[in-house]
């Protein structure tokens, strides 16, 4: 036997062991039961790294985006079993059809002040949030009102048009992907490393978090700058802030990188994609969207790095938990970093590679300093990570299941010591990237006194 048949032959082994692991997670596994789902998650990427090191000649690439693709379509109708964000979607939705905006009341408020039907009476329980004002911006709206109308067979409502709608946005995703990576010469197989991410596909297949469409438009916008198209690119950047609030943070880069005067044909369009959108959806309640995003960053803490140490320090010393100063004072520390990490790129004649390098470290940048990560937040790292040609990503995309440990009890307890283990982790990979010489073109960028 050939020794690229074997190598087929290996490949296809390994692959039904990776989907049978999937599938497996998705419909057998609940939340709390993390030695399972991260002994599952273990082999799925085991699996994913043995597939991606045996298709090292290209070969079998077509075939293997196909079986992603083909796994996508499998999870359309499974329930989300490790997040219960769905009934917001569906609440959200039902109100909109009902005349009311979700950005003007609190599910509470609606509760307790109005005869709500018995759909959002069995509805109201489930909520993970219910004394919280909406968060979910334009894009996420729109496709929660597409989700939620009455005329939709019950097959088809809720959950299952939502994925079907990811479903689009990932493929979409793939092609530019595997355009991009053709332009940068980099292998073709290294989008399976996003393609079949055991995190991609359970965050989104299954989980249905909206970062799917926002890294969606963000290669578009990408795409559409290596291709000097900036009216099209503003346009894509204006629906990824419109789908996720968090591109706005590479605006800076894109300013500084455009200049002023290309930077009017992007921000234009932009500008009106954005402004358009959120200022028919949220109607004259900015100030809700505004304080849900404050409370977000003054209570909410959850698989954070450099917070936890802050926090610990500073808690033995005023002797309470600091997140109401501490979490805005990150916020902005973050701010500062990413305008100085922008401001870098000034000048710049063309997008290159290094360059998607300074928005995975904007981006990490963030993260480091945010008071709550949850795993579906790596993603969009993952997507960078691709094109840009770092690795740590996809390496934090596998020990962030460590986070899960947190759901062993109700309520929620962290176990410290896995939180540590996942950032040691991910700065030895980073570590080991400095020391192998893939971060000096980007330490150029950034120091170029060195």
């Known amino acids: 036997m050939g020794v690229s048949r074997q190598r087929g032959l290996l490949v296809l082994l390994l692959s039904i062991c990776f989907v049978a692991t999937i599938l497996f997670i998705a419909l057998e596994v609940n939340q709390d039961e993390f030695y399972l789902?991260?002994?599952?998650?273990?082999?799925?990427?085991?699996?994913?790294?043995?597939?991606?090191?045996?298709?090292?000649?290209?070969?079998?690439?077509?075939?293997?985006?196909?079986?992603?693709?083909?796994?996508?379509?499998?999870?359309?109708?499974?329930?989300?079993?490790?997040?219960?964000?769905?009934?917001?979607?569906?609440?959200?939705?039902?109100?909109?059809?009902?005349?009311?905006?979700?950005?003007?009341?609190?599910?509470?408020?609606?509760?307790?002040?109005?005869?709500?039907?018995?759909?959002?009476?069995?509805?109201?329980?489930?909520?993970?949030?219910?004394?919280?004002?909406?968060?979910?911006?334009?894009?996420?709206?729109?496709?929660?009102?597409?989700?939620?109308?009455?005329?939709?067979?019950?097959?088809?409502?809720?959950?299952?048009?939502i994925k079907i709608i990811f479903l689009i946005s990932e493929i979409t995703t793939l092609y530019i992907m595997s355009v991009i990576l053709q332009r940068f010469e980099i292998p073709r197989r290294t989008i399976l490393l996003y393609a079949l991410n055991p995190l991609i596909l359970i965050e989104f297949g299954c989980n249905l978090?909206?970062?799917?469409?926002?890294?969606?438009?963000?290669?578009?916008?990408?795409?559409?700058?290596?291709?000097?198209?900036?009216?099209?690119?503003?346009?894509?950047?204006?629906?990824?802030?419109a789908s996720k609030i968090l591109p706005l943070m590479f605006g800076p880069f894109i300013l500084m990188y455009l200049g002023y005067k290309r930077g009017i044909r992007f921000f234009i369009p932009a500008g009106i994609v954005v402004l358009g959108s959120f200022g028919l959806m949220l109607q004259g309640h900015l100030s809700s969207l505004l304080s849900s995003t404050d409370?977000?960053?003054?209570?909410?803490?959850?698989?954070?790095?450099?917070?936890?140490?802050?926090?610990?320090?500073?808690?033995?010393?005023?002797?309470?938990?600091?997140?109401?100063?501490?979490?805005?004072?990150?916020?902005?520390?973050?701010?500062?970093?990413?305008?100085?990490?922008s401001w870098s790129v000034r000048g710049a004649s063309g997008l290159r590679q290094v360059h998607l390098q300074v928005?995975?470290?904007?981006?990490?940048?963030?993260?480091?300093?945010?008071?709550?990560?949850?795993?579906?937040?790596?993603?969009?790292?993952?997507a960078l990570s691709i094109l840009s040609g770092l690795r740590y990503p996809i390496v934090w995309s596998y020990v962030v299941f460590l986070s899960y440990s947190a759901y062993l009890s109700t309520p929620v307890v962290e176990n410290q010591i896995l939180i540590a283990l996942q950032y040691l982790i991910v700065a030895g990979c980073l570590w080991y990237e400095y020391r192998s010489g893939k971060l000096s073109a980007l330490l150029r960028i950034l120091n170029p006194h060195m």
Do not use: K
């Open 209 to 241: 978090h909206f970062e799917a469409l926002m890294i969606c438009f963000l290669l578009m916008m990408i795409c559409f700058l290596l291709q000097d198209r900036l009216v099209y690119s503003g346009v894509a950047y204006g629906l990824a802030v």
């Open 359 to 382: 928005l995975l470290i904007i981006f990490s940048l963030y993260l480091c300093f945010a008071t709550t990560v949850h795993p579906w937040y790596i993603s969009t790292l993952v």
């Open 37 to 161: 789902l991260f002994g599952l998650i273990t082999g799925a990427f085991g699996a994913l790294f043995g597939i991606y090191w045996m298709s090292s000649d290209g070969s079998q690439v077509t075939w293997l985006i196909g079986l992603a693709i083909l796994l996508r379509v499998c999870l359309i109708w499974v329930d989300p079993g490790l997040s219960d964000d769905i009934y917001r979607f569906v609440w959200d939705g039902m109100l909109w059809h009902d005349g009311i905006n979700p950005f003007a009341y609190t599910p509470s408020q609606l509760f307790q002040s109005q005869s709500l039907s018995s759909a959002y009476q069995g509805l109201y329980p489930l909520l993970n949030s219910q004394d919280y004002y909406t968060i979910y911006p334009p894009v996420c709206q729109l496709i929660f009102w597409l989700s939620t109308f009455d005329s939709l067979p019950s097959w088809l409502f809720g959950a299952p048009l």
């Open 295 to 341: 409370l977000y960053f003054q209570s909410f803490e959850f698989n954070a790095s450099i917070y936890y140490l802050v926090r610990w320090v500073l808690a033995s010393i005023v002797g309470f938990n600091p997140i109401g100063f501490v979490g805005p004072l990150l916020s902005i520390m973050s701010v500062v970093y990413i305008l100085l990490v």
